[in-house]
């Protein structure tokens, strides 16, 4: 029904940049929240960013003032910018889209995950 493509992982260096992006595709007829959920070496998987269709967005503590969210309403895309990356911010980033299809209620669909690495 739905498809997310993810781009933009990689490996970094400690303080930099990264921005991930991910461009959802298929059956949508309306996104009611984007958001970004991230799995470390040995940890959980947990919520990194959201925003919805207001634009209100949430982000997880560890990532607050330094990671931005954003989308791009035309392109069913939303972006991660990552900024003074750490190497707790290592992890397989996934990105999370809920939305409605054209004769479908609201739906949860998945990225495949994509790996950024901060070396130190």
């Known amino acids: 029904q739905v498809q997310l493509v993810e781009s933009g992982g990689g490996l970094v260096q400690v303080g930099g940049s990264l921005r991930l992006s991910c461009v959802a595709s298929?059956?949508?007829?309306?996104?009611?929240?984007m958001g970004w959920y991230r799995q470390g070496p040995g940890k959980q998987r947990e919520l990194v960013a959201t925003?919805?269709?207001?634009?209100?967005?949430n982000y997880a503590d560890s990532v607050k003032g330094r990671f931005t969210i954003s989308r791009d309403y035309a392109k069913n895309t939303v972006y991660l910018q990552m900024n003074s990356l750490k190497p707790e911010d290592t992890a397989v980033y996934y990105c999370?889209?809920?939305?409605?299809?054209?004769?479908?209620?609201?739906?949860?669909?998945w990225g495949q995950g994509t790996q950024v690495t901060v070396s130190s």
């Open positions: 999370n889209v809920q939305s409605y299809g054209l004769s479908s209620g609201l739906r949860d669909y």
């Open positions: 298929g059956n949508i007829f309306r996104i009611n929240a």
């Open positions: 925003i919805t269709t207001g634009g209100n967005t």
